[in-house]
């Protein structure tokens, strides 16, 4: 194993010695596109073989749109803060029939989880590591385990674009107009989508104190100030009255088996009985000991977009922590399979960590060494869990037809997944 390490690590320096040649060209870009789409519809083909809202899917992004206007409530906050993107699929979403709705949001969905993948090979990262390091991490990152609810979800898309956010904020700077605009319309809508732009923006402040201080990074860190200040009034005057409230149920026990159970062996084996297993409170505390080394090594040891993201995702996880959206006492239910969505980001950094120990030049050969092990383990999470249970057919075409023949006026309720969620439409 640590000659593996060290053919890696051999690779990183011959690449990273000639940048430009660390550039995916327009035809590798094109095929990782499509293969990382079929690699996320083949780990639940019925997102498109049988598409079928989820819960807020149709509860909140479809129902509203279509009862009230997709248009008029764009910018309506939901649970405190505002939820562009899926607002904006779901106004889209009216220009085509109900039967062909859910397919929409899904590869809406699917573009989004994506499409961090592509920017990541693109030039803008050639100095970050080689390209062959740069895919590999790609393909963990869409082959994650334990994350079922953000794969193919245009509910849960605001962590994709939390996550493409901030690899804006850490790329090179754009030299392009066409760069510029892609940069542009990611902060704007994803700090638009969900709460992260508040958390992000200080980063992304002593960044550009630290390490970047260009116009266009100016730029683009007003844009996202703006869209922070936007969400904190959203929150100001919502947040409360739209967030489950209750006590949390915290304990030390409980934060080592959260962080053990779904954030470091949740990335390399997927779902466990860690949290279920009483004796085992030992090893959740050495399994989180262990994990959190891993990342204080980096933020010690790391490029500073590494240590970025690390904060990044630890901010985000503590945020998760200190207000979920679950009914009380709280921790308790992030010890099961609901909420995988809290995880996404730390188990990426997590992932990222790990792959950096194991290419890292500077590293020590036991640092190398216990990383491209813990790599390989996660190889066994990922068959486990490469293929995630199907939607309950409820039928939606057969729903979605009845509702074409009711005559104006009329209402339908159609059940949707998971089990006890339905959404009302009224025939305009």
């Given at each position: ?271 466990n009985n860690l949290p279920y297993r009483h004796s085992y409170t030992l090893h959740a505390v050495l399994i989180t000991v262990a994990g959190m080394a891993a990342l204080a090594y980096a933020l010690l040891r790391a490029r500073w977009e590494l240590k970025l993201f690390v904060v990044l995702a ?115």
């Amino acid at each position: 194993m640590p000659q593996v390490a060290d053919s890696i690590l051999k690779r990183e320096i011959t690449a990273t010695d000639d940048p430009g040649s660390n550039a995916a060209g327009w035809w590798l870009q094109a095929t990782v596109f499509l293969v990382s789409v079929l690699l996320v519809i083949s780990r639940r083909p019925d997102a498109v073989t049988n598409p079928q809202f989820w819960a807020e899917d149709g509860t909140l992004w479809y129902a509203q749109a279509h009862n009230l206007g997709g248009w008029k409530i764009l910018f309506q906050p939901v649970a405190g803060y505002f939820c562009t993107a899926p607002r904006l699929a779901a106004a889209l979403a009216q220009l085509v029939p109900l039967a062909a709705a859910p397919l929409l949001f899904n590869l809406v969905a699917i573009f989004f989880q994506v499409l961090p993948v592509n920017f990541f090979l693109s030039s803008r990262f050639a100095s970050v590591g080689t390209l062959p390091t740069r895919l590999l991490l790609g393909f963990l990152y869409l082959a994650l385990p334990n994350s079922f609810d953000v794969n193919a979800n245009i509910t849960n898309v605001q962590w994709h674009l939390a996550l493409l956010m901030c690899l804006v904020v850490i790329a090179e700077p754009a030299t392009s107009q066409w760069w510029r605009c892609f940069d542009v319309s990611v902060i704007l809508l994803g700090s638009l989508t969900g709460p992260f732009a508040i958390l992000l923006w200080p980063l992304a402040a002593v960044a550009w104190g630290w390490k970047r201080r260009g116009k266009w990074t100016l730029v683009l860190l007003l844009t996202l100030a703006g869209g922070a200040l936007l969400q904190v009034i959203a929150l100001l005057r919502t947040g409360n009255a739209a967030r489950v409230q209750g006590i949390l149920g915290a304990t030390p026990v409980l934060f080592a088996k959260i962080l053990a159970s779904q954030v470091f062996l949740g990335a390399l084996l997927g779902r466990n009985n860690l949290p279920y297993r009483h004796s085992y409170t030992l090893h959740a505390v050495l399994i989180t000991v262990a994990g959190m080394a891993a990342l204080a090594y980096a933020l010690l040891r790391a490029r500073w977009e590494l240590k970025l993201f690390v904060v990044l995702a630890s901010v985000i996880l503590a945020a998760a922590l200190l207000n979920p959206m679950a009914n009380p006492p709280k921790w308790p239910a992030l010890l099961t399979a609901w909420g995988v969505r809290y995880w996404l980001l730390p188990m990426v950094a997590f992932v990222a960590t790990l792959l950096w120990m194991a290419a890292g030049n500077r590293n020590p050969r036991t640092v190398r060494f216990i990383a491209v092990a813990a790599l390989l383990l996660m190889s066994v999470g990922i068959v486990r869990e490469w293929r995630y249970p199907r939607f309950a057919d409820l039928h939606f075409g057969a729903y979605a037809r009845q509702f074409s023949d009711l005559p104006k006026g009329s209402s339908l309720d159609i059940p949707l997944n998971p089990t006890g969620w339905s959404m009302t439409l009224t025939k305009r």
